[in-house]
């Protein structure tokens, strides 16, 4: 049975990945987050049937009972999408620590568990598409934890795609600015004061078809927009110290709404 696995597939870029996947060849789509109804109304617009999971991927528990449906179903996945995540804004004070762990258990150690029980499934020509974000290629005031745990996905996935390569599987990490999802819902629930200027929104449509091109053209970084491209060459550049007061300086002085 050929699949594809979805992770964090009840809103945002993962329903939109979800959606937007080619299904040719595919038997089921597998899509995983915590609220299952919004995971099965996926059906209605996929002409596959999808296996709705719903999982905390925050609890290690989640990561066996996966292990297990991918047992009992011996599966060849063609294609992972590591969507699910989440951040939150403000100072080292107004994020709680039950958050900071939160971000690391969803944003990495989830990521890495999904991806490694899933990789002894797949086979050549199979792909792996790992959320990320801008904040990747940067530390970041007032969003520190949560960007700290998106400089380790895009270390793990370059290495990850250099150690698949005799295996023919490709790896490939998504860094998008700004986008339009659920994602502020839970980043500005705490004391933030901090987060006001947000220069570039793209929408979760823009992101994903960019990404799906840059899957064709094998790229191992996925950057949507040319302003974020622009910014990501230029903070290669300069020092950390100085993007990070341009950062601060923007944050400080501008509103720009989404
Ligand atoms: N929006 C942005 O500006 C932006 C920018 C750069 C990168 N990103 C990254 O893009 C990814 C997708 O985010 P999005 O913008 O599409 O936001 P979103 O609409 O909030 O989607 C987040 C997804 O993660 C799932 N999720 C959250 N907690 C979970 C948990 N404990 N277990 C399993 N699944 C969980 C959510 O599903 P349930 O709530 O149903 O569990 C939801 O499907 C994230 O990794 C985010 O960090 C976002």
Redesign the pocket.
Known sequence: MKIAVV?????????EFALKIDKSGLDELWV????KE??ESLQAEIGIPVRAIS?????AL?YSEYATLLKQASPDVKMLVN?????KFGTYEDVPLEDCN?MID??CK?LVNITQLTLPYMSEGASILN?????AFQPVPYLNV?AAT?AFVLSYSRGLCMELKPRGIHCMAI????????????AETTNNGRVNYFNH?YT?TQVVDRALKDLKKKKQVSVCGLPIRNQVRLVKLLPHSLVMKIWCSQQQNKKKSR
Request: hydrophobic content about 30%; glycine content about 14%.
């Open positions: 992770t964090g597939a009840s809103s945002g870029m993962g329903r995983i987050a915590r609220r919004r995971l999982l905390d991927l925050t609890d989640s969507c699910s995540g989440y951040g939160g969803l944003n989830a959320l990320d974000s801008l904040s949560y998106k860094c998008p600015g700004w986008v339009k999802t659920e994602f502020f819902d839970r929104t979760a």
